[in-house]
């Protein structure tokens, strides 16, 4: 505590600090944990990137997506159709990504159209529908056209190149060696502070108080002056944008896109993210990101620990990570049913000091 | 005075009920103008029939030239026709402060864009924005309560922020949905002051209300709904004469 009183009030200070953690973090994973740390990390990134993006729809606009892997999907097979042999095309990654993340949020809107007078269930259900369109669309359109391989998916994309350096490969800059998973650490990081700012902005802003009017009391926003149809497919257009966004950086990264990796556990798996986290919350939401991430690939050494205790295996590691993981969610929801880090709390406790 | 708001005709059937059946009246510059009946009258229905919330079927809703009628609940606030709900209807997880700046929605412009960018026309707007947020609360009564959540203001201070809320838009008329249901004679009596003031202020305001000493010692003219069509119009002293009214109150035959 007496070093966070310290950093109080010297945010320059905090800044920095906290900047060279992030930039020595992969250094200490890939000396202590290993290189497939490193990658874990790096997906920890991309779905902090997607739960920001889900965050905006769920989160500020109240509209419960269960489709949003969607996008994702979207995002990763535009880089992948744009950036592999598949088509023979290879364009630079700034041409790529802003294309991908653009026709990711353009599908937003496509979808978000249809479903402006629905709401809760009703919602989720249709936007379940969308998300399973897409990838059954993605597993299909392989005749008589083939477009997306079908269900083998696209092998071979290429990686980010910037300036000539290709991340796919491990790098010697200045005498250190970076390895891609760490490459990418430090690419992914960015578009991370990029959409974290741009959430920031947003959330105290004109459009995001109009956001959060919509999932307060739709009726009442719109009376109140807010244009519900238009605000409403901002949030969906925007959203989508960071699933396209983060699904080019998945595929450029993994090398390979299959429609397997879109199913709707995804969905579920980002949605409980910001659930955990603290829905409308963005510390919240890169908290929840993280744990989710992290936690089901640190129970995998269930089994050595059963290894170690009992002499041999008896229940699966992949099997016991979700039971465990389960019942951590239940746990959660049962002790902090408003998430680990509930938006608005501090703001409220702040009101109650002064009065 | 001259006319703000001209009601003709207007009519909303729910399947085979009617609701409303060829309400007219007209709302005058200035003046606070009492909607009353017996529950069920269809006092709300006019309401959200007049502000976009239901679509009416048939008439012509006319403020000032503009013509309000089938338009969008935000259309109609921006030409200049706000209101507030019978049940309270707040944002209840954002602060009295956010209520009030998210009605100035209308009078507003920046975009994602410019909250991106924080260009200085946004930066000038959001300041803008909360000075006058906070001068309403401050005129209302709750100034006091900036930062508190919608949903742990009391009762009274609840339609109070609602006032506020619709007030940021700078309303020409302002409807209010029976703002004093539920409030004791002392919050009855500042909620009186308030609209005597913003009267004066030059807002005109139409007013649903059951309390009737209150409708009858502040409005300067009354509409009667009994069955979803308009049974008298005038002074509260013409409608409280009125046999019709007193009919429809205390039931009974109409003797003519």
Known sequence: MNVLDYLKGKAWLTAVLLLLGLVLLPFMVEASLGKSWLRILDFALLYIMLALGLNIVVGYAGLLDLGYVAFYAVGAYCWALLASPHFGLNLPFWVILPTG???AGLFGVLLGTPTLRLRGDYLAIVTLGFGEIIRIFLNNLNAPVNITNGPQGITQIEPVTIAGLSLGKTQEIFGITFSSPH???????????????????????????????????????????????????????MGATFGGLSGGLF????????????????????????????????????????????IPEALRYTGDLQRAVFGEVFIDPADLRMLLFGIALVLMMLLRPAGLLPSKLRRQELAEDAT | MSDLLRVANVSKHFGGIKALTDVSFTVRKGEIFGVIGPNGAGKTTLFNALTGLYQPDTGAIDLVGTSLYRRKPHEILKAGFARTFQNIRLFHNMTALENVMVGRHTRTTSGVLAALLHTAHNR?????????????????????????????????????????????????????????????????NALRDLMVSLREEGLTLM??????????????????????????????????????????????????
């Open chain 1, 101 to 103: 993340a653009a026709i």
């Open chain 1, 183 to 237: 490459l990418y650490y430090y690419l992914f990081l960015l578009f991370v502070a990029l959409v974290v700012f741009v959430c920031m902005r947003l959330e105290n802003s004109r459009i995001g108080r109009a956001w959060v009017a919509i999932r307060e009391d739709e009726m009442a926003a719109a009376a109140a002056g807010i244009n519900t149809r238009n605000i409403k497919l901002l949030a969906f257009a």
């Open chain 1, 251 to 294: 595929a450029s990264f993994q090398g390979f896109v299959s429609p397997e990796s879109f199913n709707l556990m995804e969905s579920i798996m980002i949605l409980s993210m910001i659930v955990l986290g603290g829905m409308g919350n963005i510390y919240g939401v890169i908290l929840g990101a993280l744990l989710v991430t992290m």
């Open chain 2, 124 to 188: 000038k707007e959001e300041r803008d924005c909360m000075a006058y947020a906070q001068q309403l609360l401050t005129r209302v009564g709750i100034g006091k309560h900036t930062h508190t959540l919608a949903k742990n203001l009391s009762y009274g201070d609840q339609r109070r922020l609602e006032i506020a809320r619709a007030l940021a838009s700078e309303p020409k008329l302002l409807a209010l949905d029976e703002p004093a249901a539920g409030m004791n004679p002392n919050e009855k």
């Open chain 2, 207 to 256: 007013l649903i209300e059951h309390d009737v000493k209150l409708v009858m010692g502040i409005c300067d003219r009354l509409v009667v709904l009994d069955y979803g069509q308009k049974i008298a119009e005038g002074t509260p002293d013409v409608v409280r004469h009125d046999p019709k009214v007193i009919a429809a109150y205390l039931g009974g035959e109409v003797v003519v």
